[in-house]
């Protein structure tokens, strides 16, 4: 065992001796050791710039890196080998099944989630680091319920997204502290396939998620030469898309760009989260308050405008500019309303392509035809680096503007408390991604519902319809009603009395939680053996 090292759980151990080396531990204990203090600092200076927006400070563009946005002259680096070309991406977790259906869907890569796709219980974790192991040297291929899943020649592209800097992996500890989640993730797969993955002509490539500010970039940059540097690996050869998907990232799409230029991909549009850190950054502005959740589009003016900054920023800089998630699914037996659903899909994939972005994420294999036609169409070479939106000026005022036409309705808020509980419960039994009402949901939907009903009930709002007040004992009426119904073999009661407890809690507080996967993570330590010493939530 490694000095220092404790693992404090016992799942999946056929997983954990495979990837829990003597060696791959050492290489995590070497990047903890340098780098924890770091993200710890990081984690403060969040806490500390939202105690400024709270006292009614505004966000803006950094004053001290406007000589970065001013210099026309740096560029961030070429695509890495097999990442010409994006133009439609399939997103999911890293489950055995979904790992080879996602690389056989004929899109051009597949982004394999451990963050929020993805329930992190030990044996998700470590079995996913499995599946992308095989996956990588073509030993996935497998049979089950009589059905045979093998991968196909020339597989998608493979991209992983490790766990946000804000979450602690509490089943490994180093020197007595839980480990970065986002590290964990990180490490195991870097440590295990990076020269494998060069050696068959692709690379080490990675979804950066829920940053906050460049300097938080700056951790991942560092982070990545540290590594190449300890595995004898040329520094460039990660690559690297940076989500921005909160909303004090908006303000600093180039710094991060410059931060990992050598290593940098581009930017992606990460449309669910953002519209959760838009309320939440902005919680004690009353002026700030969304109407229902299906009215807050691509089209409404503070999406819109970070989705056209997005775009000259990375073509600026000479990287790919990704849109958003269709989270859309193939509506079975039904022929009218799947026309609907899909016909839904090919005007956001259509908005984005006209817009100028480079790619485009789904949800489900059967949504890739629709993507690929209408970017096959539309986008003729491999990108569009070339359309440089020299004609988008977006000011801080269009980012934060809340103007959003829509109401808030019965029937927005009852989706709200269904959609919160059905998935949470189902991220607590070890799903992190759902089919709900024909959308392939994850947890940033979790959060949005949950964001909106605390705003609510915070500042007092009232139905359109009904005129009632949204208060704390209106929603748990609705808790109480909707739960039950919610009850399926994947959604057990245990798990719909944790999180409707959870609900009712959080829209009594004087401040939303940071996240949920945080407070609820030390259910599923607590089932995986894990003492609760080592269970904390870091913000």
Known sequence: MVEGVQIHSSQAKEAQQQILT???????????????????????????????????????????????????SWLCAPPGPGLEDRRVEITGPTDRKMVVNALNSGTKTFMADFEDANSPTFANMLNGQVNLRDAIRRQIDFES???????????????????????????????NTPVSASLFDFALYFFHNAHELVRRGSGPYFYLPKMEHYLEARLWNDVFNFSQ???????????????????????????????????????????????????????AD???????????????GFMDAYVRLLIQTCHKRRVAAMGGMSAQIPIKNDPKANEIAMAKVRA??????????????IAHPLINEIAMEIFNKYMLGPNQYHVRREDVKVAAADLLNTNVPGKITTEGVRSNVATSLAYSAAWLG???????????????????????????????????????????????????????????????????????????????????????????MGYLAVRDGCPAAWQRSVL
């Open 229 to 283: 540097s300890y595995i004898g690996m040329p520094h460039g050869t990660i690559r690297a898309t940076v989500l921005i998907e909160t909303l004090p990232a908006a303000f600093q799409m180039e710094e991060i760009l410059f931060e990992l230029r050598t290593h940098s991909a581009g930017l992606n549009c990460g449309r669910w989260d953002y519209i959760f850190s838009f309320i939440k950054r902005r919680r």
């Open 430 to 520: 070890g799903n992190g991604c759902i089919p709900l009402n024909w959308l392939m949901e994850d947890a940033a939907t979790a959060e949005i519902t949950r964001i909106q009903l605390w705003q609510w009930v915070k500042y007092g709002m009232r139905t359109a319809d009904t005129g009632e007040v949204i208060t704390a004992a209106y929603v748990d009426q609705l808790v109480d009603e909707i739960a039950p119904t919610l009850k399926s073999a994947t959604i057990t009661e245990e798990n719909l009395d944790i999180v409707s407890r959870y609900l009712k809690a959080q829209v009594r507080k004087e401040w939303p939680s940071e996240f949920l996967t945080s407070d609820l």
């Open 22 to 72: 003597e060696d791959a531990l050492k290489f995590l204990a070497a990047l903890h050791r340098t780098f924890e203090s770091t993200r710890q600092n990081l984690l403060v200076a969040r806490e500390t710039a939202q105690q400024r927006l709270d006292a009614g400070q505004q966000l803006d563009f950094p004053a001290e890196t406007a000589h970065i946005r001013a210099d026309p």
């Open 145 to 175: 319920g009589g059905k045979s899943y093998k991968l196909k020649e020339n597989p998608a592209v493979l991209i992983v997204r490790p766990r946000g800097w804000h979450l602690d992996e509490p089943r490994v500890t180093v020197d």
């Open 286 to 300: 009353r002026s700030a308050v969304l109407p229902d959740r299906k009215d807050v589009t691509m089209e409404v």
């Open 348 to 361: 956001d994939k259509l908005r984005e392509v006209t817009n100028g972005h480079d790619g485009t994420w």
